[in-house]
């Protein structure tokens, strides 16, 4: 059978949607109309047809004409096909959406002809349109991003703009948009960017979404807290993405924030005697309790300039001889040099006037709220224990609950205690992941007595032992322990309030590491440290290279400055590389604390270095000159690390020897 196409001009006129022939001489023209286009737009053939004029560019919606121009220009210059999506204008006045696809070819004069079909997109457009709207109204933020290792934002809709503050740019300014669209972690704070690139990695291996509350950055500087869903999706060209949903919380959880801190408060003011906070973001203190002392009304719930109100109260009440001392305490910490990662928070002892005006000895500790607020609490330390007040733990626990907390910062809890009911009162997150619930499950039990044993029934602590708690003041528990995979020992200090007994305070601490714990290095091949025969699974290369160093140097105090130049060879040390290494010293301080071994790494003034007799380490055997060690080494030593040669050289010249 021959396959021939029956009538073509009838199905150009009838059945190619929109279909119309140019010619590209000067000017460009229309050479033919189909019926379907006439159709299409309501109007004759004569009307579109004429050689001297291009009649249907008059169609074009005055709004698309440039983009129709420019389309028809590049049409015209050379043998090609091309797509354009525009409105043209119908006889009645409606507007249709059109995608125009013209193929241009020489025809056999040599003259370039484009040949061209409109498909009617109108109803596409609409529904888009409407979804544009629904997106742009719905009080929610909307992301798009890629899923790369640095994801780039490829859309984001009008409330999430507002949400972020992103300024309109402008000509010089800095165009934050373009600044996010090449990088999202921009949007993340720097202390939640490393849970963020967690949540996108557990999305997008396990393929489901993840919701939850997260902080972001704002172009001003500020912050805000979003709730949000993060979802993996396939996008219309076939490439996966990411999909963020997000609502601003941040009402909500300064809200929460508020009156978390008011039970805390709560709980710190029956401990100690005066409450400041102190504010670094706006450089205020501001007293917040007292205890009716005469001597701070003029600081009471009056935010004040904090170098000149702390000097005022220096110079006013503390012994000049310790003024200095005091002074250094609190300008590191305006410098934000008193706080060190992973260890206890910053105490002092002092002498100072009383509002009787006796001298008195005083002990004050800084307690880190967030990054902007902390709150200083000091009180009077009795005469009778004066010189080891900071020092001694073996106090009464019934008479002494303050001197506890200087000690015992890993967690605090309140309760009131009647008979076998209990109501507790505040707790800080640790202590409430401790009994088992978290800070919102909390909240409802403050409401209510519960009976002890169904309170303590939360936890994985027997309900005789937390009884025994209560009863002597002082227990240990057994935990498991997910960081590490291995059970350890809580230590909880229990004390009543006052002779009243109730409320009691509950104190939490970690102790360091378990007994017979073994650390064993191995540097002869591979540099790898195990805890107990267990590899650490260290998650950061140069905290794992700085441990190195410090084992290479056997005990000897590692610098700032010796370190950069062996973990980045080809940069200078300056405040770059300075801040770096930082982050790299507190991961390996942390990966070390998870592990419970922090305490084979010594630190003093910014320098560190091993505690060699607390490791186990081929190295330091090899050493020794003991015979049974004598074949440990063969041949190869830090094979990780470029900058080990110079003891390799040494070990080797020491077996030629």
């Not at 690139?197 to 500020?222: E, F």
Request: charged share 30%; glycine share 4%.
């Amino acid at each position: 059978m021959k396959n021939t196409i029956k009538n073509p001009e009838e199905i150009v006129h009838r059945h190619i949607s929109g279909f119309h022939q140019y010619v590209f001489a000067d000017p460009a023209h229309l050479s033919y109309v189909s019926k379907n286009l006439c159709d299409m737009v309501g109007l004759e053939e004569k009307d579109l047809l004429s050689e001297s004029e291009d009649l249907y560019a008059a169609l074009v919606h005055p709004a698309d004409r440039q983009r129709y121009a420019q389309f028809l220009q590049c049409a015209k210059s050379k043998e090609q096909t091309l797509t354009c999506e525009y409105r043209i204008i119908k006889k009645d006045g409606t507007a249709l959406y059109v995608s125009d696809t013209i193929a241009s070819e020489k025809g056999d004069d040599g003259t370039l002809v484009g040949y061209s079909v409109l498909t009617d997109i109108t109803a596409i457009k609409n529904e888009n349109n409407n979804l544009q709207f629904l997106n742009e109204t719905i009080p929610c933020g909307f992301l798009k991003y890629t899923c790369e290792k640095q994801p780039k934002v490829t859309y984001i809709n009008k409330k999430m703009m507002e949400l972020l503050r992103i300024p309109e740019a402008r000509d010089g300014e800095i165009d934050y948009m373009e600044m996010y669209k090449d990088n999202i972690f921009l949007m993340i704070p720097m202390e939640e960017r490393r849970r963020f690139a967690l949540y996108l990695n557990r999305v997008y291996t396990a393929g489901v979404p993840i919701a939850g509350d997260i902080s972001v950055l704002r172009c001003d500087g500020t912050k805000a807290y979003m709730f949000g869903w993060v979802t993996k999706c396939t996008n219309e060209q076939g490439v996966e993405e990411f999909q963020s949903v997000c609502m601003d919380v941040t009402e909500r959880y300064q809200a929460k924030k508020e009156n978390e801190t008011k039970r805390y408060l709560k709980a710190l003011t029956d401990i100690y005697d005066k409450v400041f906070e102190y504010d670094l973001s706006n450089n205020t203190v501001n007293c917040l309790y007292s205890n009716n002392s005469p001597m701070f009304k003029w600081l009471e719930k009056i935010p004040m300039q904090m170098e000149d109100a702390t000097e005022k109260w220096i110079t006013g009440t503390v012994v000049e001889e310790e003024r200095e001392a005091v002074r250094s305490f609190f300008h590191a910490f305006r410098q934000k040099k008193l706080y060190q990662p992973g260890e206890k928070p910053p105490q002092i002892a002092y002498h100072a006037k009383s509002s009787s005006g006796e001298i008195k000895m005083y002990s004050g500790i800084f307690l880190k709220m967030d990054d902007s607020i902390s709150l200083y609490c000091c009180r009077c330390v009795p005469d009778a224990r004066e010189t080891d007040a900071l020092r001694n733990e073996n106090v009464s626990l019934k008479e002494n609950i303050q001197e506890l907390v200087m000690h015992f910062t890993e967690g605090i809890a309140a309760f009131e205690v009647s008979g076998k009911y209990v109501t507790p009162l505040y707790a800080s997150e640790n202590v409430c992941g401790f009994f088992g619930v978290t800070q919102e499950e909390w909240l409802p039990l403050m409401k209510k007595s519960t009976p002890l044993k169904d309170f303590v029934a939360h936890s994985n602590v027997a309900y005789k032992d937390f009884a025994e708690l209560l009863r002597i003041g002082e227990a240990e528990f057994t935990y498991y322990d997910y960081n590490t995979k291995s059970e350890r020992r809580m230590k909880a200090i229990c004390s009543p309030k006052s002779p009243a007994v109730s409320p009691r305070y509950v104190l939490l601490l970690s102790k360091e590491s378990p007994a017979g714990r073994t650390v064993s290095i191995r540097t002869f091949g591979y540099f790898d440290v195990f805890v107990d025969d267990k590899p650490i699974a260290f998650r950061n290369k140069k905290s794992k290279e700085l441990f190195a160093l410090l084992v290479d140097r056997r005990g000897g105090y590692v610098s700032s400055e010796d370190a950069i130049s062996f973990l980045w060879e080809d940069e200078p040390v300056n405040s770059v590389t300075l801040a770096r290494y930082r982050k790299v010293a507190l991961r390996l301080k942390n990966i070390l604390a998870e592990y419970g071994i922090s305490d084979v790494v010594e630190s003093v003034d910014g320098k560190r270095r091993i505690v060699t007799e607390k490791v186990r380490c081929d190295l330091y055997d090899y050493l020794s000159g003991k015979e049974e060690y004598s074949q440990l080494f063969k041949g190869s030593y830090l094979t990780n690390y470029s900058w080990g040669e110079n003891t390799l050289a040494e070990l080797t010249g020491k077996i030629l020897y």
